[in-house]
């Protein structure tokens, strides 16, 4: 157990929807990151966030967004779905946003747009 | 970032060690090696990293030649649940793009 929680595991909703997806870090760790995975990409890197702020910023597609909460939580919210969006969707945390500190990942949510 | 080769599959025997491959040849001063493995479908798991010198830990070793062009994963006695998607990253130790950028990684699969 990485220490990290993202819920729901898994979601099957409609094309044009829109859906949340949550992510707890680890306790005591400012960042966190969001990946997709679908089968013919690989893990990409959507977005992060450091204590709050936005820290980088990857392939992420102008329907979806994201946010980080005082309580250091995060959501990722994807709007007007549409069946390429399925994928696995990964929230990682670490200590800070530097290089030297090893993050971890949550089991991730199963998407599934239909 | 500096990019990563590795070999797209191996097969180690149960019990063996395995001995994963990355070069990373135009790698810079600032940049961490890291690794990552993924066993089918679940949220990547963290190994090791190192910057210059060899690391160790309960999960692995990781050997970094001294140029830092390569390096080599060792997993000291594989079992069957070390079957898994090998990632080598290597990752800036400043700047804003310090977030791990994941290529294709090795699959590796342990044979009984």
């Known amino acids: 157990d990485s220490g990290v929680t993202q819920t729901p595991k898994h979601l099957i909703t409609a094309t044009g929807q829109r859906v949340t997806l949550r992510c707890s870090p680890r306790s005591g760790d400012l960042s966190v990151y969001w990946y997709q995975q679908s089968l013919d990409q690989g893990l990409q890197f959507l977005i992060q966030y450091y204590n709050g702020e936005e820290r980088a910023k990857g392939n992420i597609l102008e329907r979806f967004s994201a946010q980080q909460f005082p309580d250091l939580h995060s959501e990722l919210n994807l709007s007007s779905l549409e069946l390429g969006d399925s994928a696995l969707y990964f929230c990682?945390?670490?200590?800070?946003?530097?290089?030297?500190?090893?993050?971890?990942f949550g089991q991730g949510t199963r998407l599934t747009v239909v | 970032d500096a990019k990563t080769t590795q070999p797209t599959s191996m097969d180690c025997a149960e019990g063996r060690a395995a001995n994963l491959p990355c070069n990373h040849s135009?790698?810079?001063?600032?940049?961490?090696v890291y690794w990552y493995r993924q066993i089918h479908s679940q949220g990547p798991q963290y190994i090791i990293h190192g910057l210059k010198n060899n690391e160790t830990n309960e999960m692995a070793s990781l050997i970094i030649t001294e140029d830092r062009k390569s390096s080599t994963l060792i997993l000291p006695h594989a079992t069957l649940r070390d079957t898994a998607v090998y990632y080598c990253i290597v990752r800036p130790i400043r700047g804003s793009a310090r977030q791990l950028t994941f290529g294709s990684g090795t699959q590796l699969t342990v044979l009984p």
């Open positions: 135009t790698i810079s001063g600032n940049e961490y």
């Open positions: 990682a945390s670490s200590r800070s946003g530097g290089a030297g500190t090893e993050a971890f």
